[in-house]
């Protein structure tokens, strides 16, 4: 790849930002942006006291929150939820960040300890 970072190098980096800062570090760094950051600290002490169980609760707390933004038609999102729940895979890459929505669903249906990479144009979004 010319003129930039290879897919494997962008990779390692995406792994080591999470691995150092987390999640939200990673938002941070691809400033993904969040509806309100006071919506987004009340969403995450709320998953953090009522973790949803199952896919169907997962993405109605997705859909009833502007902490994260969702395009997705919500019977498509709940059936890739019920599929990534019965899998409950350790990896996934995601291409198209976009606003975080697919992310955020993604990582409360996973393995626990699940490895997450997404992927997404510089500097977010679609294009014009």
Do not use: W
């Amino acid at each position: 790849m010319s003129g930039g970072i290879s897919v494997r190098e962008a990779i390692k980096s995406v792994v080591r930002v999470i691995r150092r800062d987390g999640f939200l570090g990673l938002a941070k760094r691809t400033r993904v942006h969040l509806a309100d950051a006071r919506e987004c600290r009340h969403f995450l002490r709320s998953i953090r006291r009522n973790q949803p169980a199952g896919p169907e609760q997962i993405v109605e707390t997705a859909f009833s929150s502007q902490a994260v933004r969702r395009f997705q038609i919500k019977s498509e999102i709940l059936g890739l939820a019920q599929r990534v729940s019965a899998l409950r895979p350790r990896t996934l890459l995601e291409i198209g960040t976009a606003e975080g929505g697919t992310l955020f669903v993604l990582s409360q249906c996973a393995a626990p300890d699940a490895t997450f990479i997404s992927l997404d144009l510089p500097g977010g979004g679609y294009p014009a």
